[in-house]
């Protein structure tokens, strides 16, 4: 299950091991989008449907964060046993073209001269792009117009046709924009995201200003509800085993991952456990500082 609709990059990870895991599993896999309010939606079936282990969700971490943050009761974090992140994905803010910017500077100096005349693609307000630039935003006192799209795809869409000035992403995410853009910045050390290898980094520009902002980046994952584990242990040590296999050991998932430029990262569900808790406490403090 996918909380969000198709065509965006969560969509996409799930995607990119569905054809592989039936040679490890030995099941039938499909991919089910439920997408609405962010990811809320899709997220509230997921914690409906029965606590079995044949039904993985496909996330993303902070989204996770803003969904439980802003629908209190909705899930808890420790609802959640996570297999494997995938793809991390450092969170990138790009520019138009057409805007005439070739750095974050002149972006900056532009918004002071111009309040309210700078437009930002927003894919959610959940989504790390739009929460990291909002933290940008709000420590530069820039007045800067947000534009909400439904999804990744139709923000991106119309940050190609120029509808917007501003995006912000996962680096991986945003590469089809590429031809389209230039990088203002990432929230993350300069040379970590290898599609947008001269992206320099947000803080580093920011460095003269003596400004800091937080840092992070897109964290695509497979989870099933705790209980699984808890209960049906052997179903959980399997459904590990057969994403361990496609990940690490099928070279057709490598092959094809690396195409479609689709992170293959492995690092346990123990690891990617304590990966989603660190990036949720993360910003769980960046949202409740939004909030005051």
Do not use: C
């Amino acid at each position: 299950m996918v909380n969000y609709g198709a065509g965006g990059a969560v969509d996409r990870t799930a995607r990119a091991v569905q054809p592989f895991l039936p040679d490890a599993l030995g099941q039938n896999v499909i991919v089910e989008n439920i997408g609405g309010a962010g990811g809320k939606t899709g997220m509230k079936a997921f914690m409906e449907r029965e606590a079995d282990g044949y039904t993985v969700l496909t996330a993303f971490a902070p989204a996770t964060t803003y969904g439980k943050f802003t629908a209190p009761g909705l899930f808890e974090m420790s609802d959640l046993a996570v297999i494997n992140v995938l793809w991390t994905d450092p969170a990138i803010l790009i520019a138009n073209k057409s805007a005439g910017w070739s750095n974050l500077g002149e972006m900056i100096a532009f918004a002071k001269a111009n309040p309210g005349k700078v437009t930002f693609g927003s894919s959610g307000q959940g989504s790390v792009g739009s929460i990291l630039a909002r933290a940008l935003f709000r420590a530069l006192d820039l007045d800067i117009k947000l534009v909400p799209y439904k999804g990744g795809g139709a923000t991106r869409k119309a940050f190609a046709a120029g509808e917007v000035q501003l995006t912000a992403a996962g680096a991986g995410g945003a590469t089809s924009v590429q031809d389209e853009a230039v990088a203002l910045g990432l929230f993350a050390d300069a040379g970590t995201a290898p599609t947008w290898p001269d992206a320099p980094s947000i803080n580093a520009e920011l460095a003269e200003m003596n400004v800091t902002v937080p840092e992070g980046g897109a964290y695509r994952f497979f989870a099933v509800h705790s209980d699984v584990k808890k209960n049906h242990p052997e179903r959980f040590d399997a459904l590990v085993e057969a994403f361990e296999a496609t990940v690490i050991g099928n070279q057709a998932f490598k092959d094809a991952a690396a195409t479609s430029g689709i992170g293959t990262d492995w690092q346990g569900p123990e690891g990617a456990q304590r990966l989603i808790e660190d990036v949720d406490a993360q910003f769980t403090e960046i949202l409740q500082g939004e909030a005051s």
